[in-house]
T-cell receptor
Framework: DPKIIQKPKYLVAVTGSEKILICEQY?????MYWYRQSAKKPLEFMFS???????DNQTASSRFQPQSSKKNHLDLQITALKPDDSATYFC?????????FGPGTRLLVL | GDSVTQTEGPVTVSESESLIINCTYS????????LFWYVRYPGEGLQLLLK?????QKGSSRGFEATYNKETTSFHLQKASVQESDSAVYYC????????????FGAGTRLKVIA
């Protein structure tokens, strides 16, 4: 059974719209993260949360807002979508120093 | 800043041949980085392949191994005999062990193993 669930797997959006990427982890971890991988670029750290509190934010744009309604959830709301936001977004979780990743949500903004 | 550089792909290797994927890192803000190799098989997410948190130590998994070399700031991934099922994208990453768990990834190396 998958331990980190990301929904949806694929997402197509129009420029200017808003989308929410879902992440749930069933590993019992206290820390969760978001990373982004754009075409031909490395995975890039976006946010880290610990016990539902924001620990680090490396995303310059306020259009990206993580939302943690439960300890094992960390969703990512993206507003005013732009074509440059097209990427695969990975959620991860950790208990100590090893992060475990979800399968990713592939977002295409037209 | 911190960075990871790895072999640029794609890398094509014949089955049963040996493999090395180079990884070098720069950890200017992390005194004692943890080093990782992740693998992404087609259609799947990132999986942890191996990790080493102590300089001089070697990690191994599924026939792959990598040694944390602090002198050369390297963490090369090696396998003596690859199989078709090893075809995937391999990512080298470094992490902080002080509680700031932002990972820095290399660009990934696509490996294709041919029969």
């Amino acid at each position: 059974d998958p331990k980190i669930i990301q929904k949806p797997k694929y997402l197509v959006a129009v420029t200017g719209s808003e989308k929410i990427l879902i992440c749930e982890q069933y590993l019992g971890h206290n820390a969760m993260y978001w990373y982004r991988q754009s075409a031909k670029k490395p995975l890039e750290f976006m946010f880290s949360y610990s016990y539902q509190k924001l620990m680090d934010n490396q995303t310059a744009s306020s259009r990206f807002q993580p939302q943690s309604s439960k300890k094992n959830h960390l969703d990512l709301q993206i507003t005013a979508l732009k074509p440059d936001d097209s990427a695969t977004y990975f959620c991860a979780s950790s208990q100590q120093d090893t992060q475990y990743f979800g399968p990713g949500t592939r977002l295409l903004v037209l | 800043g911190d960075s990871v550089t790895q072999t640029e792909g794609p890398v094509t290797v014949s089955e049963s041949e040996s493999l090395i994927i180079n990884c070098t890192y720069s950890a200017t803000s992390i005194a004692y980085p943890n080093l990782f190799w992740y693998v992404r098989y087609p259609g799947e997410g990132l999986q942890l392949l191996l990790k080493v948190i102590t300089a001089g130590q070697k990690g191994s998994s599924r026939g792959f191994e990598a040694t944390y070399n602090k002198e050369t700031t390297s963490f090369h991934l090696q396998k003596a005999s690859v199989q078709e099922s090893d075809s995937a994208v391999y990512y080298c990453a470094l992490g902080d062990n002080t509680g700031n768990y932002k990972y820095v990834f290399g660009a990934g190396t696509r490996l294709k193993v041919i029969a």
